[in-house]
Every structure is written in structure tokens, then in C-alpha cells.
């Protein structure tokens, strides 16, 4: 079935280090790919997103380029903020369904 | 313009209890869905609504969970009995008519369920 395989966390940086977090997707169909953003006590928010392959989505300094040839949806930042920690969701969705499908979650803690 | 909203925020139960959960979308937003997060993983779909429609129960256990949109606007998602394996968080999430375009899902803050 689909499925999304992201980096286990947690991921622990220093401020104004850059950001990896990776994400691979199996997915039967032409997937559209998101990343959502989970901040302390609030509910789940729209990061970026990419619907075809080689978009690249981006917002607030992440971004993230759709790659069909290795399944992958990597999230990158060049210079993360302590504002930054958070528990990143990678997620995709099948064309003509609306059902989200997501990864684990990688909780990220930036420290002064 | 207002969010999601949930309510409560937080409930404790004792298995084999009942519990009921709420959620109000955004104004005007067609498709509502209840996702189930258990601690350590990523949300999972429990069900979807078109207006008052069901479009996807497949991952409902209907046994014990029941969600209704009577009016096709607020929405209620009902456990009876709880179990252990049922502490979670229950999400909402509401978007717009999908069969217009791809939209993007808004979810609210989740309901924070554990079971003793």
C-alpha cells in the first residue's frame, strides 16, 4: 500500500544550522506531497507542498523539491530558529483522493 | 477567519466508558475528516465527509466508533466502549469542495484522549 518513510528523530541543531529531514514515499498512483508542521499545543499546519514531479514547494525558508526519480521529498532550511522547533509530518495524497497519508513525524529542537 | 475548532481538549475515561468528541470547520468547507494520532505516530484517516455524506470509513472500527454530520456542518465522533489502545489524539480537519481542486486540508488543535 502507500505508505511515507521519514527520518527518525529527534533531531537536535544548534541555531543557524542548516536542516535536513528526510522523506521517501511508496505511492501506487501520481501522489501530491506535503509537509505539515506541528508547533507545541497547536493543531497540525500546512508547510509546503508539491503536486508533480520536480516542483519544489517552499515557505518560511524551508523547502522541498518533488524527486519522482528516488521517491523523495526531502525538507531542508539553511539556517534554522529556535522558532523552528516543532514535529515536522511528511505526507502524501493520491490524485482523486483526499485522503492524507503520513509518515511518523520527526520532532525537531533547536537550541540557542 | 476562525479555525477548526475542537472540544474538549482533554478527556481521561476508564476503558469499557463512553466518550464524544466535537468538532465545528470553517465556514463554508464541505469535506470534514477525523484522524486518529497514537503517540509516536503520524495521523490516520478514521473517516471523511462530503456535506453529511460518508466518503471513506474503511479504517473505522465501527464496533466501537460511530461519527455523524448531521446537518453537514458540525461533527461528532462517538467511542463506545473505550479501549487501552484507543488513547490518542483525535483530529479534525476540514477543506473545500475537493471536486473543485486539490485543496488543502486545515486541521483544529486535536482532542487529547487518554484511556485508563
Not at chain 2, 44 to 68: C, H, M, T, W, Y
Amino acid at each position: 500500500g502507500d505508505s511515507v518513510t521519514q527520518m527518525e528523530g529527534p533531531v537536535t541543531l544548534s541555531e543557524e544550522a542548516f536542516l535536513t529531514i528526510n522523506c521517501t514515499y511508496t505511492a501506487t498512483g501520481y501522489p501530491s506531497l506535503f509537509w505539515y508542521v506541528q508547533y507545541p499545543g497547536e493543531g497540525l499546519q500546512l508547510l509546503l507542498k508539491a503536486t508533480k514531479a520536480d516542483d519544489k514547494g517552499s515557505n518560511k525558508g524551508f523547502e522541498a523539491t518533488y524527486r519522482k526519480e528516488t521517491t523523495s521529498f526531502h525538507l531542508e532550511k539553511g539556517s534554522v530558529q529556535v522558532s523552528d522547533s516543532a514535529v515536522y509530518f511528511c505526507a502524501l495524497r493520491l490524485f482523486g483522493n483526499e485522503k492524507l497519508t503520513f509518515g511518523t513525524g520527526t520532532r525537531l529542537t533547536i537550541i540557542p | 477567519e476562525a479555525g477548526v475548532a475542537q472540544s474538549p481538549r482533554y478527556k481521561i475515561i476508564e476503558k469499557r466508558q463512553s466518550v464524544a468528541f466535537w468538532c465545528n470547520p470553517i465556514s463554508g468547507h464541505a469535506t470534514l475528516y477525523w484522524y486518529q494520532q497514537i503517540l509516536g505516530q503520524g495521523p490516520k484517516l478514521l473517516i471523511q465527509f462530503q456535506n453529511n455524506g460518508v466518503v471513506d470509513d474503511s479504517q473505522l472500527p465501527k464496533d466501537r466508533f460511530s461519527a455523524e454530520r448531521l446537518k453537514g456542518v458540525d461533527s461528532t465522533l462517538k467511542i463506545q466502549p473505550a479501549k487501552l489502545e484507543d488513547s490518542a489524539v483525535y483530529l479534525c480537519a476540514s477543506s473545500l469542495d475537493p471536486r473543485l481542486a486539490v485543496q488543502t486540508q486545515y486541521f483544529g488543535p486535536g482532542t487529547r484522549l487518554l484511556v485508563l
